[in-house]
């Protein structure tokens, strides 16, 4: 194995070469470029997952695979053969880097500017043979948004290159976080073209390297994150020392009136493709996981369909693309037979859990195990017409999601029956408006069930979302029109 580097087991961050020690057993993460695998590396995923006691496959996040419950270390022949089939570093110390997102639809979307796959690949190959970059934060994060429906431009990434047609041309604007940890990164004003990208991350990452370098001197331990640096320095220094590194001057430009509204889960169900006489086919993973049987069934039906390309979402479900208009039926037979479903508005579709106790000390409550029951219980007594997104947590940490959903759950640490915080909509905080109200397990399925109902009969029209719905109305009212306060404490 091409690796010198001595690594430790980790408590947070953890890749394929640094597990982390988690409730169940050993956590490792692989990093899958714009969330595009192939046959051969679902097979050694599935192998990999095999070894596992937890005997799933999860997709994170940021379209990353995940194993639990490992209960040794992945070893240097099976971690050779996932070098080998392009699923690890050829250096051990820069894979746990971040990442890298592209959307989902990169190449099939009809609405696309640019196909971002090639600038993914070749962004990927540079920075994991860049063995400098391994002193960087392992949170350094990179995004390519091709202008695809399938947006990931609001996804949390230290850095998102969205393209935009000006004047006939197609170019990448500059976004930087410069906010806090789940924050969109925001528009620095700064235009390239597609083929100085990666020049521009390159210089990019080298500054934060040489910053990186300078902070660990005098703090032995913590690894800036390139907000930090934007931070210390400002963004226009920041910039005008970038640009010093070009052999190309950029443009520019004010941000365009951004009009977009971005529905996150639009990819699920069947949408035809740029490609004539294709779809793709949006696959509901029930919190992202998939049993390991069910990992290889799937990519049986991606080889035999279409391409045999899985496609990883930011939103912890799959894309089966290319598939021949004419046999698009069965498909969707055969990933219903697996127990899957492919309608955006399942109640599977948007329910989100951090891994909760089993696999995490810190959790109050068994949010992956709450979090099935809930849904479960909608899709028996509800039929949804949008998706509503809910989002339960074990702590305030949020590790499952960091934007605002349209209702949190926060599990309470206190003896006896799991407990929940509930939230709707937003304010601007991490979890959004609190209704105030606490509500043990057996509570909650009704409770929910109640909000999603009232929300139905009560919106302005079929057309405004959950979450419009309530951030119009004052708390005080939402718990009268609910009606829930004989049922929750
Ligand atoms: S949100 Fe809290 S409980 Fe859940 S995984 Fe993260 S740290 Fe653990």
């Given at each position: 194995m091409s690796s010198n580097v001595a690594l430790s087991k980790s408590a947070i961050c953890p890749g394929l070469f640094v597990p982390s020690i988690a409730q169940d057993g050993l956590l490792v993460r692989l990093r899958i470029p714009g969330g595009l695998l192939n046959v051969a590396q679902c097979e050694a995923i599935a192998a990999l997952a095999d070894d596992a006691d937890s005997g799933f496959v999860e997709v994170t996040n940021r379209a990353n695979i995940q194993?639990?419950?490992?209960?040794?270390?992945?070893?240097?022949?099976?971690?050779?053969?996932?070098?080998?089939?392009?699923?690890?570093?050829?250096?051990?110390?820069?894979?746990?880097?971040?990442?890298?997102?592209?959307?989902?639809?990169?190449?099939?979307?009809?609405q696309q500017l640019l196909d971002t796959r090639p600038l993914i690949a070749a962004w990927n190959e540079y920075l994991t043979t860049r063995p400098d970059f391994a002193v960087l934060s392992p949170k350094f994060s990179v995004c390519f948004d091709g202008g695809e429906a399938v947006s990931v431009r609001?996804?949390?990434?230290?850095?998102?290159?969205?393209?935009?047609?000006?004047?006939?041309?197609?170019?990448?604007?500059?976004?930087?976080?410069?906010?806090?940890?789940?924050?969109?990164?925001?528009?620095?004003?700064?235009?390239?073209?597609?083929?100085?990208?990666?020049?521009?991350?390159?210089?990019?990452?080298?500054?934060?390297?040489?910053?990186?370098?300078?902070?660990?001197?005098?703090?032995?331990?913590?690894?800036?994150?390139?907000r930090d640096?934007?931070?210390d320095w400002g963004v226009e220094l920041f910039l005008q020392q970038v640009?010093?590194?070009?052999?190309?001057?950029?443009?520019?430009?004010?941000?365009?009136?951004?009009?977009?509204?971005?529905?996150?889960?639009q990819h699920l169900g069947?949408?035809?493709?740029?490609?004539?006489?294709?779809?793709?086919?949006?696959?509901?993973?029930?919190?992202?996981?998939?049993?390991?049987?069910?990992?290889?069934?799937?990519?049986?039906?991606?080889?035999?369909?279409?391409?045999?390309?899985l496609r990883l979402t930011p939103w912890q479900n799959l894309l089966l693309t290319d598939i021949p208009t004419p046999k698009v039926a069965a498909v969707q037979a055969e990933i219903e037979q697996l127990g899957l479903y492919v309608?955006?508005?399942?109640?599977?579709?948007?329910?989100?859990?951090?891994?909760?106790?089993?696999g995490c000390k810190a959790s109050a409550t068994d949010?992956?195990?709450?979090?099935?029951?809930?849904?479960?219980?909608?899709?028996?007594?509800?039929?949804?017409?949008?998706?509503?997104?809910?989002?339960?947590?074990?702590?305030?940490?949020?590790?499952?999601?960091?934007?605002?959903?349209?209702?949190?759950l926060l599990g309470i640490a206190q003896e006896g029956e799991a407990t929940y915080q509930i939230y709707v909509g937003d304010d601007g905080s991490k979890f959004g408006r609190s209704l105030d109200k606490t509500c043990t397990f057996t509570q909650l399925p009704t409770v929910i069930e109640q909000i999603i109902r009232t929300y139905q009969a009560k919106r302005f029209h079929p057309?405004?979302?959950?979450?419009?719905f309530v951030n119009r109305h004052e708390i005080a009212e939402l718990k009268q029109l609910f009606n829930i306060a004989q049922v929750v404490s």
């Open positions: 194993i639990r419950g490992l209960q040794a270390d992945v070893s240097i022949e099976a971690l050779e053969h996932l070098q080998a089939v392009g699923l690890a570093s050829p250096i051990a110390a820069v894979d746990a880097l971040r990442n890298i997102m592209g959307s989902p639809t990169a190449g099939i979307d009809r609001d996804r949390p990434n230290d850095i998102s290159l969205v393209a935009e047609a000006i004047d006939h041309e197609i170019l990448f604007r500059l976004h930087l976080n410069l906010g806090d940890r789940g924050d969109a990164p925001c528009d620095v004003g700064v235009l390239v073209k597609p083929q100085e990208s990666l020049p521009l991350l390159s210089a990019i990452a080298e500054i934060y390297c040489d910053y990186t370098e300078q902070v660990l001197k005098i703090e032995k331990q913590r690894k800036p994150r390139l640096l934007l931070h640009v010093d590194r070009l052999p190309f001057s950029w443009q520019r430009s004010e941000s365009p009136a951004n009009t977009l509204l971005l529905n996150h889960y069947v949408h035809s493709q740029r490609q004539a006489g294709f779809s793709y086919m949006g696959v509901v993973l029930p919190l992202g996981r998939l049993e390991t049987q069910q990992w290889r069934e799937l990519t049986t039906l991606a080889a035999r369909y279409s391409n045999g390309i309608s955006a508005t399942h109640p599977h579709s948007a329910i989100v859990a951090c891994s909760g106790l089993s949010t992956q195990e709450n979090a099935l029951t809930l849904a479960n219980h909608l899709a028996e007594h509800l039929t949804l017409d949008r998706s509503i997104n809910i989002h339960f947590s074990g702590c305030e940490k949020s590790c499952a999601q960091h934007h605002t959903s349209d209702i949190a057309n405004e979302t959950f979450r419009a």
